[in-house]
């Protein structure tokens, strides 16, 4: 058998730096959305939270291979 394991290659493309970074800038949308939008006040309340997490997860995606 020539190559990595198929199981391993699966979770190597997964970990790749453009989509990890791709999805946190939805969720830094996401929340900049939340804290944009008029209509609820739970929404407006977890809008922080949800920017603080896309962000400390796009310096952490920023730090994988590419």
């Keep these: 058998m020539n190559g990595p394991d198929p199981k391993t290659r699966g979770r190597r493309r997964l970990l790749r730096r453009g989509p990890c970074e791709n999805a946190t800038i939805g969720v830094i949308a996401l929340g900049m959305f939340m ?7 739970a929404l407006y309340s977890y809008s922080f939270v949800t920017i603080l997490a896309g962000t400390a997860g796009f310096m952490v995606a920023s730090k994988l291979a590419d």
């Design 35 to 41: 804290l944009m939008q008029p209509f609820s006040l």
